[in-house]
């Protein structure tokens, strides 16, 4: 068939329809067939107080059941959601799991969902969440919001006023990633943030870095003194919990606890303490 169209094959390589091009184009479709056929789910990672190694929330991370491909992580399909659109049906699926599953949890286990900066730019953000809160029946006290400073970036003011919406409903607000962007402290400033989340780059080098050391010294300072949680992403062993804790971090994230897992497998890593004793 290609070769009968001899004007369009010659264009196909004319405009420079790249392997990336192309693969970039059967992924967008894919994704859509794959919102009609529902095989994105959430899939949840527990948040833990350090002091007293409670779980305190989850954070909704997604994941694609794809037929041929299995299990796909975001990073492999959210930058084409973003520049297609399709992240706002993606992220309202979302907010609507994430909301439908925590209200089935006890009433001290908060969710988190992360917001893409696309989303700020769709005038329904605010009924979505409110519509993920209503049908879930889940108070809006436990659910937080992650955004990362790329949504400040863009359309300050408009985004400003959403986010002081959903904080005005109850919605809580964390910096995500914190850390990894240009000019953070200013956007602390910015917004009254709830909650920031230290990027895991730094968590990883905490032992061999005495500067990664110093900079989450300096951030679980910064928290302390604003008023701001901090929760360190990434934890994978011991060592760095114990540094976490030295320096008064208040939550952990990470594999030493668990990876993602199921909603159904919720109530297994409510159940399983794993935080050592801290005396
Ligand atoms: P994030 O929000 O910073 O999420 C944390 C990421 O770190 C997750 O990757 C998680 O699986 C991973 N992680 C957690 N603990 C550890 C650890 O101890 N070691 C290592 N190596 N990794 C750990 P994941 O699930 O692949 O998600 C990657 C990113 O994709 C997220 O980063 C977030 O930016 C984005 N994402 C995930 N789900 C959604 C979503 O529903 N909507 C939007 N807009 N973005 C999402
Ligand atoms: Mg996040
Ligand atoms: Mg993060
Ligand atoms: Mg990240």
Redesign the pocket.
């Known amino acids: 068939r290609a070769k009968a169209d001899g004007r369009g094959t010659y264009r196909f390589f004319e405009t420079g329809m790249d392997a990336r091009a192309q693969a970039r184009r059967l992924l967008e479709m894919d994704l859509r067939a794959a919102l009609q056929r529902d095989e994105f789910e959430a899939y949840y990672?527990p948040i833990r107080d350090v002091a007293s190694g409670r779980v305190v929330a989850f954070?909704?991370?997604?994941r694609w059941n794809h037929p041929q491909r299995g299990l796909i992580?975001?990073?492999s399909f959210?930058p084409v959601a973003e520049e297609t659109g399709l992240?706002v049906q993606l992220?309202e699926f979302?907010l609507r799991s994430a909301c439908a599953d925590a209200a089935t949890w006890p009433g001290d286990v908060d969710v988190a969902?992360?917001?893409?900066p696309v989303q700020f730019k769709n005038p329904n953000l605010i009924a979505s969440v409110t519509e993920a809160l209503t049908a879930s029946g889940l108070d809006a006290r436990r659910l937080e919001l992650?955004i990362t400073e790329s949504v400040l970036l863009q359309n300050s003011e408009a985004t400003l006023t959403t986010l002081h919406e959903l904080r005005a409903m109850g919605v809580r607000i964390s910096l995500?990633?914190f850390g990894t962007g240009y000019s953070s402290l200013s956007y602390l400033r910015s917004f009254p943030f709830d909650k920031i989340k230290i990027d895991?780059s730094f968590v990883s080098e905490l032992a061999t870095r005495e500067d990664s050391m110093a900079i989450i010294r300096a951030v679980t300072g910064l928290g302390r003194s604003l008023g701001i949680v901090t929760t360190a992403?990434?934890?994978?062993n011991d060592a760095q919990l114990e540094l976490l804790r030295r320096e008064g971090c208040t939550q952990a994230?990470?594999?030493?606890f668990s990876?993602?897992r199921p909603a159904s497998d919720v109530a297994i890593m409510l159940e399983r303490p794993r935080l050592r004793a801290s005396a």
């Open positions: 990672q954070e909704a991370l997604l992580a975001p990073i959210i992240i992220g979302v969902v992360n917001l893409s992650e995500d990633d895991r992403e990434g934890v994978e994230q990470g594999y030493l990876k993602p």
